[in-house]
């Protein structure tokens, strides 16, 4: 397995802690984001659409953080985590949708905004390879969002904190007593949180107490709080 990540990136850090915890070795490339590493044309030629991370196996490079993790838990079902049945399997399917539409695009926003995001000119070039989607964002991004969007991103954020402060009232994981790839998906997203401003509920501190104490987690933490190397798409 070949792994490409990006220090700083919520969703590379994930997929790192869920190898580690299956474990899991890959070869890992580190992808540049503030040398935009992530337009180079070797990299989009892996159909990484400019986002990180990208998973190398079997021949076929995949991508998407949550669907990667779930791949790894089918293909290698020692230390299963995606939940002990199929009402666990749901709860944490659900935390995995709730983290792409939530939580990660709302976290990049307020990201590029607390770091006073530019794009710098020589960039342009390489944001013109990605696709129309993805160009249309930078070229948001570099103008702005706009107070009202800004202020949007930071209620869902401070929703999601509400969210995890419930789920935790049924046990130390989100899914009650079994820690999940749920709670791999939400930690290096709401990690974050404090750096950026956004006081937590104090079940959830003390959830990200307990995961900061798990050596997949400990090996990367450095990898994790690095808020100068981004880029404002999801999971940035």
Do not use: C
Not at 206 to 227: C, E, H, K, N, Y
């Amino acid at each position: 397995m070949i792994l490409h990540y990006a220090p700083g990136s919520a969703h590379s850090a994930a997929l790192r802690i869920a190898l580690a915890e299956k474990g899991l070795e890959a070869d890992e490339r580190r992808i540049d984001l503030a040398r935009f590493a992530q337009h180079d044309p070797a990299f989009l030629a892996l159909g990484s659409d400019g986002m990180v991370p990208v998973l190398e196996y079997d021949g076929r490079a995949i991508g998407g953080s949550f669907a990667l993790m779930l791949f790894l838990d089918e293909t290698f079902p020692a230390t299963p985590l995606a939940g002990r049945n199929a009402r666990a399997r749901d709860h944490v399917l659900s935390w995995g949708k709730y983290v792409e539409t939530h939580i990660a695009p709302n976290l990049a926003i307020v990201r590029w905004h607390a770091l006073k995001g530019k794009v710098p000119e020589a960039a342009w070039a390489g944001i013109e390879r990605l696709p129309r989607a993805r160009r249309e964002l930078w070229r948001r991004a570099a103008g702005g969002f706009g107070a009202e969007r800004l202020a949007q991103a930071a209620e869902t954020l401070v929703a999601a904190g509400k969210r995890v402060a419930e789920d935790l009232e049924r046990g130390d994981w989100l899914v009650g007593e079994a820690f999940t790839l749920a709670d791999i998906a939400v930690f290096p997203h709401l990690a974050q949180f404090g750096a950026l401003g956004f006081a937590v509920p104090a079940p959830v501190a003390a959830w990200l107490g307990r995961m900061a104490a798990r050596p997949s987690v400990a090996a990367i933490r450095d990898d994790i709080f690095p808020l100068a190397t981004m880029g404002p798409e999801p999971g940035r």
